[in-house]
């Protein structure tokens, strides 16, 4: 299966990544051939498989409903390239 | 042509745990922004999520209460999408596979038969923060406090057919899960959301119109408001010849109208997928009954109760069940009265209702109790006070003045019952009125009723009532 | 003392023969000698690495030292430290300094260790060369015109030029067995959930697994002792007793059946990389245990499905570096969208934004059915070949990589050959299986290394089958010349 420039870009816009349009054919190429890797999987039949989305089959431990976190915002805040009056900021969002 | 209505209900409440759903980081509402927002609820990088017990009992339990099937394996599932106040950029939700599945609740919009309406699924996920739009020098600025608080979001069939049985389930909804105790209802906090999709059909067809999905109805007016704005938005757009769209529409409530949200150039494609960071949740059949045996008196169950226990009529009942606070008050303030539970029931739905709502109080600030209200009302079962003489009890009482005894006490309202006394004021009464005795022994019945406003004017409204009517009756023969 | 095992340094700290504050110095000389050349480290911790083994020396003074207090290792920069620069070898965590410490190297630090420094990788551990890290390749000590192997290059780099005597590694498709094999040295990918991720920075959840990186099973034992363990901050570690790993190292193996899956003997593997594990197997056959071919069918599946799993979860795991509350931010965004797209498409490097747009497909409207679900459907097929292949053998044998190391730049600009060079390794994350590579041999001066797959939660068996091994021959001891 071969992918064309549209799906790289569409792509890119979900995954909210900046392309250089140079780059579009070359990742054309990379994500074509990846693909090509990918469709052996069209080999086998799985009709009757159950999916297998974790290597062990066991269940989700559930924690006890308890405040164990302090605040930490000035540490935390530390990290970020822009903050004001606690809040991160980012370009203003029109709703 | 004559259009059918068609509404179903998405109704996001935040349940009342004290951690997050994934987090150690308290959901106190109200902190200063982004202190309680720990490094989960941060989406930094190397953290991971657990999930929170309570959470999935409170889930589990609402999934009971609405006779639903609380699924012994459900899945949680990213849903991807980037925006400011979802941290990881992906919101972990149930998809394919929720907690709750299929269930129903009875409705009733006041004068109409009563409907059910189904319950698609219930589904547990994690809240976003919120971007604050005022202006940072034209930036806008994040609070992730609420990122993690947890979700359970009840989704309706598209059962209902007026923006009236939509508020009907809403407030439905609403009231169940304060019963429950899963979630404290606030919806000026934001703890008890709806979306709504509305889309309208000509009657008699079977195939669904195209919906707009409403955001932003945070208060019953609202729902009904938005809908009915919706309704006719897109009769208006069909009968010019127009096409609904299918979008998210966001309601104004300043200007009382939905405005299509401007989607950005991309079409939403969430890519759900199961969050390889947690596990199945499992439920057996023990816990799911363990559950079961946890569940309070419903809300339907203790209408019926109300009827046969107390001799209440089917619309008081439904009143005073409409919330488990008033619930538990009337039936406090009933055991303690005694006698004449109908009598409570119009106190608390007449006098109290209507002296909370004058404040704009809740039930719950009621400055007079379950307790005070319940002990004067056995005052006048007990016939210490007339009911007249009781709404002054009540406004004393309301004014932090006592108990009922300590008022008729300190004001001295306690009712007359001694005949010897009543028989004196009648007798003079009488012989100061020979004019209106004459009239009424010639047949004009209707002058009882002035004579007995004698008797009480004498006694400023503490004579017996109903010895009153006997002694005079025996007089006036 | 700088190419002794950490069971033989943890005797030297124990006798007095040596003190922590000089085993650390010695290595921190070596690492800043050496390290211009090789780039195995990102961040050395000098500073920290001396005050810790301070206070390791007054433990051993004291007498209440634990088997490991005072031994220096290093760190895959994967691993959260708190207050030490944590990149993921990423322009996108240039900046980040771990507000925390992860659990793994939490324990390991309890535990009186001393860390030297951060290792270098392939950016956000997406690779098999260690070229793709922001901070430039890593060089192989054997022939520093080659690759290492990856993701955890900079781990097996220091450790096989004697500038660390252990390091922590994470695995995902081979990443901890594939450097180690070509870089001569033991590693061990434990089975899935049973060491902590919380604080490892994720790559594919449901894959990645931490575990060291050690000259012998001697000493990975004694890393395992501390790494493993149930952790209550991660969902999927899994609660179980933890065996104390160095006890049955020296049990006997006369009997135990060895499984040779012929899928892994197959044209791709290079003869003469075959020949040094056929001799490999003959000794095991010596030491009495019994030699059994196999099928796992499914085999040439495996790297199919990796790049369909892998970069589905790899996507949305790397969603939350988006420039706003941490990492990397573009200058002057214009608007939201500005600000995400520029700062993720600077922030990250090519393969990294490959594997993200993979991943975005699969997973987009329209595709999951053909190549998620198909891809979840035959991770259990490979699964299951794996637990009908257990049912007759008690470990699985083979070649850990086809080739020796290649070269630097061999196979940069094709990722689909590099992908392939995973072969004999992704099956077992796939499964979630324990695995290790142990020093086998040589071909022309490069060290070859053989594949141990155990049943779950096995890892004592393979370390015990490594051991025995390891005592009758000295691959594992061997060290490129120039760094003896």
């Given amino acids: 299966m071969s992918v064309d420039q549209s799906d790289i870009t569409k792509v890119a816009l979900l995954a909210r990544l900046k392309i250089d349009e140079a780059d579009v054919p070359q990742y054309v190429e990379n994500l074509s051939n990846i693909l090509d890797l990918v469709e052996q999987m069209g080999e086998v039949d799985t009709d009757n498989v159950v999916p297998m989305a974790h290597p062990l089959d066991a269940a989700q431990r559930l924690r006890v409903d308890e405040v164990t976190e302090t605040d930490q915002r000035d540490r935390f805040q530390a990290l970020a390239p822009q903050v004001e009056a606690g809040l991160y900021l980012v370009p203003k969002v029109i709703e | 042509m004559e259009w059918e209505i068609v509404i179903g209900l998405e109704i996001h409440t935040q349940l009342a745990t004290k951690s997050k759903i994934f987090s150690g980081a308290s959901t106190a509402y109200g902190a200063a922004p982004n202190t309680q927002a720990c490094a989960v609820d941060l989406g930094l990088p190397g953290v991971l999520p657990v999930l929170n017990r309570e959470a999935v009992r409170m889930a589990a339990k609402f999934g009971l209460a609405v006779g639903a099937r609380v699924s012994p394996r459900s899945v949680f599932a990213r849903k991807n999408y980037f925006y400011p106040d979802l941290p990881k950029g992906y919101q972990i939700s149930q998809f394919e596979l929720p907690v709750v599945e299929g269930g129903q609740l009875e409705i009733q919009v006041e004068g109409e038969a009563a409907r059910v309406i189904g319950i698609t699924r219930a589904h547990l996920e994690e809240d976003a923060g919120k971007s604050l739009h005022e ?135 969430y890519r759900y997928f199961p969050d390889p960071d947690l596990l199945p949740l499992e439920l057996d059949e023990a816990y799911i009954e363990a559950v079961r045996k946890t569940l309070p008196e419903l809300p339907d169950e203790k209408k019926a109760r109300f009827i046969s226990e107390f001799g209440l009529a089917e619309y008081e009942a439904g009143v005073l069940t409409a919330s488990r606070e008033l619930a538990d008050y009337f039936e406090v303030a009933a055991r303690i009265a005694g006698d004449d539970a109908k009598r409570t029931a119009n106190w608390v739905m007449g006098d109290l209702l209507g002296a909370l709502n004058k404040e704009g109080k ?103 009532p109903a010895q009153v009517n006997a002694l005079l009756k025996q007089k006036l023969a | 003392m700088h190419t002794k095992t950490i069971a033989q340094l943890s005797a030297a700290l124990r006798s007095g023969e040596v003190s922590s504050v000089e085993l650390t110095s010695l290595f921190l000389d070596r690492i800043k000698q050496h390290n211009p050349a090789l780039n195995c480290f990102i961040s050395i911790t000098e500073e920290q690495a001396l005050a810790a083994a301070a206070a390791a020396d007054r433990c051993l003074k004291a007498g209440d030292a634990a088997p490991l207090t005072g031994v220096p290792i290093a760190h895959k920069d994967i691993f959260c430290t708190q207050g030490v620069k944590t990149t993921c070898a990423s322009k996108m965590l240039d900046n980040f300094i771990a507000p925390y410490e992860s659990t793994c190297t939490a324990r390991i630090a309890e535990a009186g260790a001393v860390m030297l420094g951060k290792t270098n990788m392939d950016e956000f551990a997406m690779g098999s060369s260690n070229e793709t890290s922001y901070y430039g390749a890593v060089k192989n000590p054997w022939d520093q015109a080659r690759v290492p192997g990856g993701s955890s290059g900079g781990s097996v780099s220091a450790v096989a030029a004697r500038l660390a005597p252990a390091a922590t590694g994470t695995d995902t498709g081979g990443s901890i067995r594939q450097p180690a ?186 595709y999951y059915d053909a190549y998620y679900l198909k891809a979840q459907k035959i991770r259990r097929l490979i699964s299951d070949d794996f637990r009908a292949a257990f049912e007759t053998v008690d470990v699985i044998m083979g070649p850990t990589t086809p080739t020796t190391a290649f070269k630097l730049g061999e196979k940069a600009d094709d990722p689909v050959t590099m992908y392939l060079s995973d072969i004999y390794t992704i099956a077992v994350n796939m499964a979630g299986l324990p695995a290790a590579s142990i020093p086998a041999g040589f071909v022309d001066g490069l060290p070859v290394g053989l594949q141990l797959i155990g049943n779950y939660f096995e890892e004592s068996h393979l370390l015990n089958m490594a051991h025995k091994y390891q005592q009758v021959t000295d691959w594992h001891l061997q060290m490129p010349k120039e760094f003896q």
């Avoid at chain 2, 079977?206 to 009904?224: C, D, H, I, M, P």
């Avoid at chain 3, 790559?203 to 000259?215: E, K, M, R, V």
């Avoid at chain 3, 010596?286 to 059994?292: F, V």
């Fill in chain 2, 135 to 269: 202006d940072f020098h034209g930036s806008t600025g994040v609070d992730l406090n609420r990122a993690g608080t947890p979700l359970l979001e009840i989704v309706s069939e598209p059962d209902m057919r007026s923006a009236k049985e939509a508020v009907a389930y809403m407030k439905k909804i609403h009231s169940l899960v304060q019963y429950l105790e899963i979630c404290d209802g606030n919806m000026q906090e934001g703890s008890f959301r709806c979306d709504a999709n509305v889309s309208i059909r000509p009657k008699g067809q079977e195939a669904l119109g195209t919906r707009s999905e409403l955001k932003n109805l945070n208060s019953f007016r609202f729902v009904e408001r938005a809908i009915n704005f919706e309704v006719e938005r897109q009769i208006d757009v069909i009968e010019g010849g127009g096409k609904v769209v299918q979008e998210t529409r966001l309601y104004d409530s300043d200007k009382d109208e939905t405005r299509s949200m401007r989607s950005k150039e991309e079409a939403f494609d």
């Fill in chain 2, 362 to 464: 809740e039930i719950g600030e009621s400055p007079v109790s379950a307790e005070l209200l319940g002990g004067m009302l056995q005052r006048i079962n007990d016939n210490t006070i007339s009911g007249k003489i009781a709404k002054q009890v009540f406004e004393c009482m309301w004014n932090g003045e006592g108990d009922a005894d300590t008022v008729i006490e300190q004001k001295g309202l306690k009712q007359v019952t001694d005949s010897g006394a009543i028989e004196k004021i009648i007798d003079e009464i009488i012989a100061n009125n020979p004019q209106q005795l004459e009239q009424y022994r010639a047949g004009k019945d209707k002058l009882f009723g002035f004579f007995v406003g004698q008797v009480m004017k004498e006694t400023e409204g503490k004579a017996n």
């Fill in chain 3, 181 to 366: 094999a070509l870089c001569g040295l033991t590693g061990l990918k434990p089975t899935y959930g049973r060491v902590s991720r919380f604080g490892m920075i994720a790559f594919a959840s449901s894959l990645d697994q931490a575990g060291p990186i050690t000259y012998s099973a001697e000493d990975a034992a004694l890393l395992m002792n501390l790494m493993a363990g149930f952790d209550e901050r991660d969902s999927t570690s899994v609660e179980r007793e933890v065996p104390d790993y160095s006890a049955g190292l020296d049990n006997g193996i006369e009997g135990l059946k060895i499984g040779l899956p012929k899928e892994y003997f197959d044209e791709g593997l290079d003869d003469n990389v075959a020949r040094v594990i056929d001799a490999a197997i003959k000794e095991y056959e010596a030491l009495g245990a019994i030699i059994k071919e196999i099928s796992l069918p499914n085999t040439g599946l495996a790297v199919p499905t990796y790049y369909v799993v892998a970069p589905a979860e790899c996507s949305t795991n790397l969603s939350r570096f988006d420039g706003v509350r941490f990492g990397h931010r573009c200058e002057d965004p214009e608007d939201l969208f500005d600000l995400y797209t520029r700062s993720r498409g600077e922030g990250f490097g090519a393969e990294v934004k490959r594997r993200i747009m993979i991943g975005t497909y699969v997973l987009s409207a329209g």
